[in-house]
């Protein structure tokens, strides 16, 4: 029996959520277990898909309280992580499945990459769809257009962070 890791948006679509079903009912199928994130979206969908073919998902939850998994969880381990629980995830599988998402879903990819695991993708993985405070993924053609974007972008991180008075003496 393998580890699989399913990663995904929080919030999926019809396409998605009927394709994220019937992932989880070929991964119990297949005597997998599941290891996802544990909350809505393509989570909890997968999640139930395993539920309905017998088959074992473990949810690991950002927060405390167990109660905050999907009903569909077999087990719920709380960790208190936010986040940092995505690392959790992928270190806990042995291969990752990643079906939409955003910049949580990168994040994830990213680690499982790193940590030498493949990520296969199932549909498409964009951040066209980013909240309005998640970053930006901006190009630059050159190192001097590179520079100048950062020092601009870090001039707005720093007022946002710092808010309306920077630099000092602008109030």
């Known amino acids: 029996m393998y580890n699989i890791g399913v990663i995904g948006g ?30 809505t979206g393509v989570m909890e969908w997968v999640s139930r898909g395993v539920r309905e073919a017998g088959g074992v ?8 309280d167990p109660a905050s998994g999907n009903q569909f969880l077999t087990a719920r381990i709380p ?19 990643a079906i939409d998402g955003a910049t949580g879903t ?9 940590e030498g695991k493949s990520v296969i993708v199932l549909g498409e993985l964009e951040i ?7 970053g930006k993924l901006l190009h630059a053609e050159t190192p001097e257009e590179a520079v100048e974007l950062a020092l601009k972008e870090a001039e707005k991180e720093r007022r946002r962070v710092v808010g ?6 602008t109030e």
């Open 10 to 39: 929080s919030r999926a679509n019809g396409k998605y959520m009927e394709m994220s079903v019937q992932l989880g009912r070929l991964l119990a199928d297949s005597h997998a277990t599941v290891i996802c994130g544990g909350l």
């Open 57 to 64: 998902v473990i949810g690991i939850l950002p927060g405390m």
């Open 79 to 97: 960790t208190g992580l936010g986040y940092i629980r995505n690392f959790i995830i992928i270190r806990a599988s042995e291969a990752v499945i």
């Open 106 to 114: 990168l994040s994830e990819a990213a680690f499982a990459l790193s």
């Open 128 to 134: 066209d769809h980013l909240k309005n405070d998640d």
């Open 164 to 169: 309306t008075n920077w630099p000092p003496g």
